[in-house]
């Protein structure tokens, strides 16, 4: 808890959230004693930190990341209590190269892209808007976007990728 209290004064009046762990989800993330990442875990470790941080600044949020590929996290996370415990859940929107406005199971399709996973295997953890939904119907928590539009190039044609993606997250 020590990092967090740190963390939390230093920052105090100049940050909105901080994202407890990241991507609690993935083995290649963590190593875990048990060998076995289960969401009971980290809710028992996660329950500790909205004491800490609130003790520094009061209006900090507290969120969690987690990458989409394991179907079952988040309600493993929900019936372990996780939910109690953050303010809003933290999500990794690549975008992988997809627009951000569109979903998993539209087409769509980029014929010239060397990286084919959302066109050869789709999934719902390719698409921005897919993720960001799909997180708020399954906890009806606001969402805390991290990691935005880092697999959106910059360069043309897909210049635009980034602002659109800005502008469907926020009403989340």
Known sequence: ?????LIAARHKGCIQTIEVLNETNLDREWVVLSGELRAADYVAFLRKVPPVLCSIDRRLNHGRALAGR????LEDYGRAGGLNWVDCIGVHLNGYNMPPDKRWNEGYDDPTARFRGPFDNPHHSWSFIST???Y???TNKPMCVTEPGTRWPSACPRSGWQARGRSRARPW
């Open 136 to 138: 708020r119907q399954r």
């Open 1 to 5: 808890m020590r990092f967090f209290r």
């Open 70 to 73: 394991r179907k079952h996290h």
């Open 132 to 134: 960001i939904e799909g």
